[in-house]
């Protein structure tokens, strides 16, 4: 009967294998991130319950000690609260920002190139270049904003905003939050408009055309067509720019290190202080960690809201 | 024991389930050397899965492939000896044509010792063939889609494949392209006398086309033949409604149901043999003048609910009058017969109590 | 450099004219084009505040490199004493940028993020161009699953990281070596190129692959010869923007390399160009703009390609 020639030896057919070759195309990335991220993640955690200092590195088993500390730790709570406050203020403005620059930015205008090269700038540098912009902005005498106000009249020996001829922008309590807050807005809002931008232009123009057909006039197709076929991307614009902020500590080291006080030290600053400065590598992580079940549970939530608000 | 005659692709109780979807559900197939077989069917039938296992490029759930004798089946399709032309033609378009016909030929430059000079011969020779020698430098997106079809069956022919596999290829040529392109590669397969396996959805094209044309629905095979036995001789009720455009009338009984074609079903004064025909009540409600033919719609007196078609040529001089009964005779042997569960042929039933 | 000094010195005025100057052409423009109508007229009276929203986001967008090319030409005089920050109440000087490139570390830093930049981008793509594939082609569920945990993976911040990686730069002995940095950085820049890459991937039509399956080659072959060459711009673009983030990564860089001639640019800058509260201000701003233009236009260049990417991989993922 048939004579089986074909079949040699299957092992040469393993790099027409769809199942071999895309197990062996995935796991070097896949064995080099769980291990370059896996493992420093159990690491932190067994820090989290050990006395490791930078100087000491053997480790010892001390419970809940460092999560006692850590939560018994006025500064602590003041930062958290902090990281939280800072997070969702800038999330609401970048959300605002972001919409009505993606609107802006999907339609065509004359000098359209240029002004998205401008406006993308602020995403574009890196983070701790762009800070030294600021840090000049709002620097104590030479702030060329208080020059500004200076002239326009809010400063002065009659300005309404303070005989001084400074605001302070980063020594104030207040100010200095605002002055954080919006440094974040306006370095986190490109990154959000590119997100949404991604999503308007992935609206199918047929819907589009349909709802012109049907006589939608710009704002209604917009509030009733374009937001709602956008909002899983525009969740998933929100998950990243949080997530980016809570871990971020890069503005606020190089603006104010978390002064005046304590009023603008949020938790990547502080656990770096006091584990990376203060040489206390357990208390450090113990506290980075509070952060992780927050991180998670709002990814979750937020894939989830993204999945179950897919349209197609 | 002799020489067995084998033929060239068999195919051995082949299924491939997707989930839970039965995309092609047991296939038995052998299709011979030299022949040109057509696997016709609706979309959805499983024709498509059923050839890209031939090619390997899908893996049966149960069964086996056989091409040239071998058994196949866990071979890659690099393996097979099988080339394709998909229905998109799938031109490399970062190589212009030569390197796109080259491309399956270097493929084999190590193991069947092709030098440069060797693969530029064998690359120009079919392009000359198929008449494109003077493309070679174009790249896909430079072509029409008439010389697409070209370039990626010279692309599949260079390596003079045991089969070539042809997946609608002429479905995105436009309508008098496409006569053309049929006519064409009939011939071309003829001179070549090359095996190809061509699927189809289009009735027209198997029945220019194949040598027998296998016709599929449902996963399933539901008849094999010439198309000429297909077409007179369907096997079931699905071969007779699916083949012949408008489509067999068909009329129900209790346990069975009968049709006819509408091109059969004539003025009585037009049939030839008025005696062993059957002759019925005609009622005509609307004529269709399409040039060479008339197409009546109407139904057959007591029989109100069931839309009965005729094709009538237009040159014979018969009026047909909207609004107006007229008798109207089918030949006995064109009258068909299926049984009403299984759809399956049967034999000549009495007629008498029925109409 | 007359014309600079003149530039420098009428810097405002001159932005402003031009300003209005281009707003002029565009119009006059028009009205040749269509005619100076009432209807053009009133069309370019309703599409002005669309305009003046845009310029008042990029003033605020541009502000901050305003300022620093500004200032980067202000002598210390200028600069310092009774500031007037808009004004050149002396001539601009060159000293400060040259000095920043011959008395400080700033070529080093450069340097370095080149080093560790390119070191990283190699072996991102390394890693990612065959994961993302296998992701985008052949694994079915299971690799879905992968795909979601390698998301989840660059949704970890590096403040939640940074103290058990600085352990383990210490015990491999890769402290103040970029090493160190190009080791670590693949751990966010290979999900977010697998991630734009993927995208891309999707985007190659799969009978390609099945047309060279069927023409001789292994999957290997047929992603190597097809899809590799089919997506090269979309690779150019996951080049562009791994660099950049590499460019942009400040905790790592800060806790692992205290060594100034090893630092890179993100950290070099802030930290070595500021001495205590002592700020050199003009060297700073414009080491800073000097960066920021060059990513800049690479971003703007390549952004409608990441945007391609990144809605590929959302829509078919």
Known sequence: MASVTGLSNPRAYLLDNRRFVGIMFLLPALVYILLLVGFPFL????????????????????GFRNYEAVWENNIFRQVFGNTVMFTLVSQFFILIFANILAIIFTQEFTGKWFARFIFILPWATPVSLAAIGWLYMFDTKLSPVDYLLLQTGFLGPDGVWGPGRNLLWLARPALSQVSVIFVQVWRMTPLATVILMAGLSSIPTDILDQAEVD???????????????????????????????????????????GGPIDYTRILGLYSFQIGIEGGNLAQGAAMALFAFPLLLALAIVMLRVASRAEVR | MGAIFMSLVELRGIKKYFDKVRAVDGVDLEIDEGEFLVILGPSGCGKTTLMRMIAGLENPTAGQVFIGGADVTALPPRKRGVSMVFQSYALYPHMNVFNNIAFPLKAQRREKKFDRRAIRGKVVDTARLLE??????????????????????????????????????LSNLDAKLRANARDELKEFQRSSNITAVF??????????????????????????????????????????TFLGSPSMNILRADAWSFGFRPENFLPKTLADNPENSRIFDYYVKRVEYLGSDRLVYGYIRGRDSELTLAKVPSNVRVSLDVDSDYEFAVHNSDIKFFDRVSGQRIEHQDLGGVV | MGILVWILQHFWTLLVVGFVALVAL???????????TRAE?????????????????????????????????????????????????????LDHIEALFNNTAYLDFIRNSVVVGVAVVIITLILSLPAAYALARLTGRWGERAGILMFLVYLVPPTLLFIPMFRIVVMLGLKDSPWALIVVYPSFTVPFSMWLLQGFFKAVPPELEEAALVDGYNRVEAFLRVVLPLSLPGIVSTIVFTFTLTLHEFIYALVFIADTRQRTLSVGVPTELILGDVYFWQPLLAAALIIAIPVGLAYNLFLDSLVQGFTMGAVKG
């Open chain 2, 199 to 240: 699927v189809t959805h289009d009735q027209i094209e198997a029945m220019g086309l194949g040598d027998r044309i296998v016709v599929m629905s449902d996963g399933k095979i539901q008849q094999v033949g010439t198309p000429q036995l297909i077409y007179d001789d369907p096997a079931n009720e699905f071969v007779a």
């Open chain 2, 132 to 169: 494109i020698d003077m493309l070679l430098d174009r790249r896909p997106r430079q072509l029409s889609g008439g010389q697409r079809q070209r370039v990626a069956i010279a692309r599949a022919m260079v390596t003079q494949p045991a089969v070539i596999l042809l997946d609608e290829p």
């Open chain 1, 43 to 62: 690491l932190a955690i067994a820090f989290g319950f050990s006395d490791v200092t930078v100087g000491n590195t053997d480790l010892s088993f001390v």
């Open chain 1, 215 to 257: 006589g939608s006039r710009f704002m209604r197709t917009l509030l009733q067509i374009k937001l709602p076929l956008i909002l899983p991307i525009m969740v998933i614009a929100l998950l990243f720019s949080m997530i980016t902020m809570f871990g971020d500590m890069t503005v606020v080291y190089l603006l104010t290190r």
């Open chain 3, 26 to 36: 565009r119009i006059a423009w028009r009205f040749r084009k269509y005619g100076a």
């Open chain 3, 41 to 93: 007229l009133s069309y370019v009276i309703r599409r002005s505040p669309f305009y003046l929203v845009v310029l008042v986001f990029c003033l605020f967008a541009a502000a901050p490199f305003l300022i620093m090319f500004m200032h980067s030409f202000k002598t210390d005089g200028d600069l310092y004493r009774r500031p007037q920050p808009f004004v050149y109440r002396q001539e601009p000087t």
